[in-house]
């Protein structure tokens, strides 16, 4: 296993359309979590996976915004009528319990709406 | 509300010397806090953690102090090499240690 991956690396869409994005935790993590980072800052809470339950959501994730995980694998995080404001890059990471050691972060998905 | 914060956009330092990055906090229900490191095109990589009912925590190069009173965390790189060059985050959880906070970031640069 070699730690978590997203996919794509890069998306630009054009303002209104949806996308998609996918992350594959480390395979014996339990835990699995979204964040956007936004230029100049630092990684921000989206949503949280307890296996395939989503436990908790910030209200950063409006309603055109939507992750699953079913069964507790995979997780895929959708945004439906894309806005500027939502070119971010979008990182998931998973962790084994709680994030006592921190959490394994993939390399992220850069998103560009244009 | 940022309730982490890294007032220092960007620092610069010598190889072989020391580095000390600096965090501020406002949440005084915060009690885990952990600093990450990221290079370019990759995730943010976790470095070094500290509970809030320890004052220091060293591992190798690398130590963080809190100062619960003063709701400051530092990190001392000692000494510095060219490889540490990265952003360095800091991040603060409650208890549950399922949401971090994250603070905007230091830009380390480490000199030859």
Redesign the interface.
């Known amino acids: 296993d070699t730690g978590v991956s997203q996919d794509p690396r890069h998306k630009i869409t054009k303002r209104g359309q949806n996308v998609t994005f996918r992350c594959d935790p480390i395979s014996e993590h339990n835990r699995l979590y979204w964040y956007r980072q936004t230029l100049g800052q630092g990684p921000e809470f989206l949503t949280y996976f307890q296996n395939e339950a989503q436990l908790e959501k910030s209200r950063l994730l409006s309603d055109r915004f939507s992750a699953e995980r079913p069964k507790g694998s995979f997780s895929t995080l959708e945004i439906q009528r894309t806005e500027q404001g939502d070119s971010a890059m979008y990182l998931c990471a998973s962790s084994l319990g709680g994030g006592l050691d921190g959490y394994t972060f993939g390399s992220g998905t850069r998103l560009t709406v244009v | 509300d940022q309730q ?1 914060k ?1 007032n220092s ?1 960007s620092l610069s330092v010598q190889e072989g010397r020391i580095s000390i990055l600096n965090c501020d906090y406002t949440n005084s229900m915060f009690d ?1 806090f ?1 600093w ?1 490191k990221k290079y370019p ?7 070094i ?1 500290i509970s809030s009912i320890k004052d220091k925590n060293e591992d190798g190069r690398f130590t963080v102090f809190l100062n619960k009173s003063a709701k400051h965390l530092s990190l001392h790189i000692v000494p510095s090499q060219p490889g540490d060059s990265a952003v360095y ?1 800091c ?1 603060a ?1 409650v208890d ?10 230091t830009k380390l640069n480490v000199k030859p």
Not at chain 2, 96 to 101: C, L, T, V
């Open positions: 982490v890294q956009p885990y952990l990450y095109a990759e995730g943010p990589t976790f470095l953690s985050f991040a959880s549950n240690f399922n949401k971090f906070y994250f603070g905007s970031g």
